[in-house]
């Protein structure tokens, strides 16, 4: 377990002319209200210190410069360091509410029996030696906590953990950029651009947000309640790299079995999203239908977001503050998910090219925001089917680019993904491209997806001749 030194409570500075942030008050949309029960974003950052700068003296003013510049970067982003609580005179109206005095929980721990090259791996661990890197909410509607974790050989962990209600994967990763840069830079490059805070940009919808913030319990077909997805004990945690080849093969595996089979009109070129989703989700199944006894439903899913700022008409801001997602629900026939090669790639990555299709494409003149109308009664029937494969992150997130002014990460890994079940998506690491998919199951289920992931990319590179890849239609 990691030791606590010491806890803080860290407000955002005052303006540049002194004055203090007066009380305010951010109503949740129906797309914030969406996320109002899920788990909270737990995120570590692994970094890499030199020895010489193992030391108390540098400890503490490395610990100082991260506490001011939080401040600093809380000042843009006030909403939260505010707590998330129901609105004055309603029922199930929610706010972000700060007042004078809030600040976000920042603890300072020491985890010194292991270094980062011990958790900055592909290679599968047990999830129990990186879930005490990040820190729990505190209770009162807080929705971002910090800590800082000194590692042995001068290593460093930095735990994130944020409230989805409160902002999406692009706010967030848009805050943590921000206190890089304040502790980083101070003023030595241009500073992110601040966020847009407001709720004009959302129109209302009172049935979805009704709709949303009511708890609700998943049952399967049989009416049977659907557990979470079981507790850290016994987990292991594993990333699995896409390696550029390895999408570029998975492209033309499926870009060569269409033509094959005469497909016309021939599906439109594979991106390297579609061939992420689609390759994890063909071996998430393949995975789960291998163990004894595993799955007797006809249809696979797999839920995933879009982000819809730009999609809107009119459009969202790109840096605004809260939640502007819409989900995607790819479906297929399990037994064409699963089949082994080309046939189930093919399958997998069309279902889920259709997915982002279906939710991002504007019907009818609706400016894109009807995309929502059906998303309770796609959630139902997913997870009537059994839990699907959720997936959360992105690469357009740049994780790997946070740096605080002692390097790049080693290593970013979404923990809370043992606890929600998803499997996160980041960019790859070392500029050498790729997709990072983290993943965590219990042992056996590890040893099952292993098999499967490797198998799959067998078959990719065995299925693509240097004709296909010369012309089948391939994008970036």
């Known amino acids: 377990m990691a030791r606590v030194l010491h806890t803080s409570v860290v407000a955002p500075?005052?303006?540049?002319?002194?004055?203090?942030?007066?009380?305010?008050?951010?109503?949740?949309?129906?797309?914030?209200?969406?996320?109002?029960h899920t788990s909270p974003v737990e995120r570590v950052f692994l970094f890499h210190r030199a020895h010489e700068h193992d030391d108390d003296d540098d400890a503490g003013t490395l610990l100082s410069n991260l506490q001011d510049s939080l401040?600093?970067?809380?000042?843009?982003?006030?909403?939260?360091?505010?707590?998330?609580?129901?609105?004055?005179?309603?029922?199930?109206?929610?706010?972000?509410?700060?007042?004078?005095?809030?600040?976000?929980?920042?603890?300072?721990?020491?985890?010194?029996?292991?270094?980062?090259?011990?958790?900055?791996?592909?290679?599968?661990?047990?999830?129990?030696?990186?879930?005490?890197?990040?820190?729990?909410?505190?209770e009162g509607g807080a929705v971002l906590a910090l800590q800082v974790n000194l590692l042995r050989r001068g290593g460093l962990a930095v735990g994130v953990t944020?409230?989805?209600?409160?902002?999406?994967?692009?706010?967030s990763t848009h805050f943590l950029h921000t206190w890089a840069w304040a502790a980083a830079s101070r003023g030595a490059t241009i500073a992110p651009e601040p966020p847009v805070i407001g709720r004009t940009f959302i129109r209302d919808r009172d049935d979805l947000y009704d709709a949303f913030a009511t708890?609700?319990?998943?049952?399967?077909?049989?009416?049977?309640?659907?557990?979470?997805?079981?507790?850290?004990?016994?987990?292991?945690?594993?990333?699995?790299?896409?390696?550029?080849?390895?999408?570029?093969?998975?492209?033309?595996?499926?870009?060569?079995?269409?033509?094959?089979r005469?497909?016309?009109?021939?599906p439109p070129p594979t991106t390297s999203t579609v061939a992420t989703y689609g390759f994890i989700w063909h071996c998430y199944y393949r995975a789960k239908e291998?163990?004894?006894?595993?799955?007797?439903?006809?249809?696979?899913?797999?839920?995933?977001?879009?982000?819809?700022?730009?999609?809107?008409?009119?459009?969202?801001?790109?840096?605004?503050?809260?939640?502007?997602?819409?989900?995607?629900?790819?479906?297929?026939?399990?037994?064409?998910?699963?089949?082994?090669?080309?046939?189930?790639?093919?399958?997998?990555?069309?279902?889920?090219?259709?997915?982002i299709d279906q939710a991002t494409r504007p019907r009818g003149g609706?400016?894109?925001?009807?995309?929502?109308?059906?998303?309770l009664e796609r959630v139902v029937e997913a997870y009537g089917a059994g839990v699907p494969l959720t997936l959360a992150g992105s690469p357009r997130f740049r994780v790997y680019d946070v740096d605080f002014g002692f390097g790049r990460p080693a290593k970013v890994d979404i923990v809370s993904v043992?606890?929600?079940?998803?499997?996160?998506?980041?960019?790859?690491?070392?500029?050498?491209?790729?997709?990072?998919?983290?993943?965590?199951?219990?042992?056996?289920?590890?040893?099952?997806?292993?098999?499967?992931?490797?198998?799959?990319?067998?078959?990719?590179?065995?299925?693509?001749?240097p004709v296909e890849l010369a012309g089948a239609a391939i994008v970036k």
């Open 71 to 138: 401040s600093e970067a809380l000042r843009s982003f006030y909403p939260l360091a505010g707590r998330l609580c129901l609105t004055p005179g309603t029922s199930n109206r929610h706010e972000l509410h700060y007042q004078p005095g809030d600040g976000v929980s920042f603890t300072v721990a020491e985890y010194d029996h292991v270094g980062v090259g011990e958790l900055a791996t592909d290679e599968p661990t047990e999830l129990a030696r990186s879930a005490p890197l990040v820190p729990r909410l505190p």
């Open 262 to 266: 005469g497909l016309s009109p021939l």
């Open 418 to 465: 043992a606890r929600t079940g998803a499997m996160s998506v980041a960019e790859g690491r070392g500029g050498a491209g790729g997709t990072e998919v983290g993943i965590s199951l219990p042992p056996d289920g590890m040893r099952r997806f292993r098999r499967c992931f490797a198998d799959a990319a067998v078959a990719c590179l065995s299925s693509t001749s």
């Open 290 to 355: 291998s163990r004894a006894g595993g799955g007797n439903d006809d249809r696979a899913y797999a839920v995933f977001a879009a982000d819809h700022r730009a999609r809107l008409d009119p459009p969202v801001p790109a840096t605004y503050l809260g939640n502007c997602l819409g989900l995607c629900f790819a479906t297929g026939s399990k037994k064409e998910i699963t089949t082994a090669g080309a046939g189930g790639l093919l399958a997998a990555c069309s279902a889920v090219a259709a997915a």
């Open 215 to 260: 708890p609700r319990p998943y049952r399967d077909r049989d009416g049977k309640l659907l557990r979470s997805p079981d507790a850290v004990v016994d987990k292991l945690l594993a990333t699995f790299v896409l390696s550029e080849d390895l999408l570029r093969n998975i492209k033309g595996t499926v870009a060569g079995e269409a033509a094959r």
């Open 13 to 36: 500075s005052p303006s540049p002319g002194g004055a203090a942030l007066p009380e305010r008050s951010l109503p949740l949309t129906y797309m914030d209200a969406m996320w109002l």
């Open 162 to 171: 944020v409230h989805h209600a409160a902002c999406d994967g692009a706010c």
């Open 366 to 375: 609706d400016g894109g925001w009807g995309s929502w109308d059906a998303c």
